[in-house]
Structures are given as structure tokens and as C-alpha cells.
């Protein structure tokens, strides 16, 4: 039988037909073909079903597929090469932590506590009938507190105190020492009490409190003067321990005030000394730590007031106050 496809048989007495070679030749290779396909599809079949990869699935594990630019955020588009979506160079890290706060300042006051106390307070004027009410002092009963005194101008005492107060408690801290006031401002309406004042003193354990005051007498009398406790046994006052070092620390907040302000002692009292012994005050009298009170100037003079309200000179106040107390506590 012929197929239909196939030349025709060549005429008797011709040469050879060429065409004979070809389908001779086609049909080895047709042949050849047919017999390969079947050991193809079996190795392809077998290597399939020994590394259980679907269709969809001949990548290596480690290659992952590439997302397509549409379903990618316009962070994650535009972003260059080894960058993170934002754009920013990506480090393979996880983000730091916040970084901590930093220590403490360590210095020759490291351990030590300090109570600064900034005398009156400004809404003192506004609460009169609080600040009145008498309080024990030992030796006998006094107001809470009082307004303070103020320039001829207007300026609070309670302004300056506070001022200084927390001038001093930026120098001491910067020579390591734990600072505590007896008040800030807009803290409370008024007060403390008088009492009040000692008593955060005593409970903070304090090596040393300072109460920081300007006076209000007549012009013409200058200077200023760290008050020391006197020797007080009566009632809840008992001074007897504090007496000596007191005196001490205010010696050496004097000396450091004097040589840091350019300021001379009192010309009113003290005897050109610039220390003046009283035991009519309640923050001493009550104190079981050593304190003094430093009066800076005289409110009441001109030449003494243009000191007081200069915020470089009260920046030299708070600096001598704080050489004395690094003096007496051994810094």
C-alpha cells in the first residue's frame, strides 16, 4: 500500500529518484523521533515526581517571585535598591532604642543633698489672712510667713528669692549634688509655712540648707549677712547640734559671697562681719540640719537694689552662695 504523501514509483529504465533518498530519510528520523519522545516524557515525568515541584513551582526556594510594580506601595516603588521603603539605606538592623537619659552630673558634691529654700513666695500679698495664722516656733509663735519686702520699684523679694534659689540649685548640681526646694514657682498659691520650710529640710536628711532672703530696711544701709542659729533648747526647737557646723557653713558662704559679688557685709549690723546669731526664727530654730540665711542686699537701697535685679549679679549670688556650701561640705 502506498501512502499518499509518497513519490511515485519511478518509471522503468530511469536512474535512481531522489526523492526515494529523502523519504527514506525522513522516515528514519520520523522513526527516531517517535522512539526518543517516549524516554523524554518518562525522565521529564521521574524528575517531577522526585522533587514534588507543581507546574508553577520550579524556582528554587531561594529565589522568590518578584512582586509586580502595580501591587507595590509608591514607597516601595520608588525606593532604590538596598533601600527600605522610605527610601532610606537599609542596614538589615531593627530600629535602635530611644537613647537613655543622661547620668547624673558627678562632681565633689556626689552623695550629698542640699535643700534650697527661696524665702516667701509671691502670692503671699494675695493671701494675707493664710500666711497670718500663727505657727511654734519653740521660743514662742509667729505668722506662717510673710510678703517679703520689694524694691521701690516693685520687685519682689519672692522674685529674686526664687531667681537665686534656682540659680544655686543649677551650680550645685552641676558639682554632683542632689538639689531639693522648699518651693517652686506657681508650685502653690503661697507659703510654705515657716514650718513647713524646716521640716523638708529635716525629712530630706539635708548636709546643708541654705534659706535665700533680701532685707527691706532704710537707704543708706548696705551689705549683706548670712543669719546663724542660736542656741535654742525649748518647746520642739533644740538647736544644741547644728550650732557649730551652721556656723561654719555660714562663715564660708559669706567669705565666697563677698569675694564672688564684689559685695561688702552689712553696714547696719554684725559689726562689719557680715554674721548676725538670732533666735527668733522659726527655719532655723526647727532645723536639725545645719542651715544659715543669707540676706543678699537691701531692697530698700537704690544702689543695692540696682545689684539685686541685675540677673548677671544674682547669677554671681547663686555662685558665691554655692563655692561656700562646696567649701563646707568638703568639695
Known amino acids: 500500500m502506498r501512502y499518499d504523501d509518497s513519490p511515485p514509483p519511478p518509471e522503468s529504465g530511469s536512474s535512481a529518484n531522489p526523492d526515494r533518498h529523502w523519504f527514506t530519510r525522513r522516515s528514519t528520523l520520523v522513526v527516531g523521533i517517535a522512539a526518543l519522545a517516549p524516554a523524554c516524557l518518562a525522565g521529564w515525568v521521574l524528575t517531577q515526581a522526585l522533587s514534588g515541584a507543581g507546574p508553577d513551582e520550579h524556582r528554587p526556594a531561594s529565589a522568590p517571585q518578584p512582586a509586580s510594580h502595580s501591587s507595590l506601595s509608591p514607597g516601595q516603588r520608588d525606593a532604590k535598591p538596598g533601600s527600605t521603603p522610605s527610601g532610606s539605606p537599609s542596614t538589615g538592623a531593627s530600629t535602635p532604642a530611644a537613647a537613655p537619659a543622661p547620668a ?4 565633689p558634691l556626689t552623695g550629698k543633698t542640699v535643700v534650697v529654700d527661696p524665702g516667701h513666695n509671691t502670692g503671699n500679698f494675695k493671701h494675707t489672712d493664710e500666711i497670718d495664722q500663727q505657727v511654734d516656733i519653740g521660743t514662742n509663735r509667729k505668722e506662717c510667713d510673710t510678703t517679703g519686702t520689694t524694691t521701690n ?3 519682689m523679694e519672692a522674685e529674686f528669692t526664687m531667681d537665686v534659689s534656682k540659680r544655686l540649685r543649677t551650680a550645685l548640681e552641676a558639682q554632683g549634688a542632689k538639689v531639693v526646694l522648699t518651693h517652686e514657682t506657681g508650685a502653690r498659691a503661697w507659703g510654705p509655712c515657716i514650718t513647713e520650710r524646716a521640716r523638708i529640710g529635716n525629712e530630706a536628711n539635708a548636709d546643708a540648707v541654705v534659706s535665700v532672703h533680701a532685707d527691706g530696711v532704710s537707704a543708706g544701709n548696705r551689705g549683706f549677712h548670712v543669719i546663724l542659729p542660736a542656741n535654742v533648747k525649748s518647746g520642739a526647737a533644740d538647736t544644741a547640734k547644728i550650732v557649730g557646723p551652721s556656723r561654719e557653713l555660714g562663715e564660708r558662704i559669706a567669705g565666697n559671697f563677698a569675694r564672688t559679688t564684689g559685695s561688702a557685709p552689712a553696714n547696719y549690723l554684725g559689726g562689719g562681719t557680715g554674721l548676725v546669731v538670732r533666735d ?8 536639725t540640719r545645719p542651715k544659715v540665711f543669707i540676706e543678699c542686699g537691701n531692697m530698700r537701697d537704690a544702689k543695692d ?12 549670688a547663686a555662685q558665691g552662695i554655692a563655692d561656700g556650701i562646696v567649701g563646707f561640705l568638703g568639695g
Not at 104 to 107: F, I, S, V
Not at 305 to 316: C, F, N, V
Request: aromatic share 8%; hydrophobic share 30%; charged share 20%.
Open 153 to 155: 520699684s516693685g520687685y
Open 280 to 287: 527668733d526664727l522659726g527655719g532655723l530654730n526647727l532645723s
Open 104 to 107: 547624673p552630673a558627678k562632681g
Open 305 to 316: 537694689a540696682a545689684q539685686l535685679t541685675s540677673p548677671e549679679w544674682r547669677q554671681k
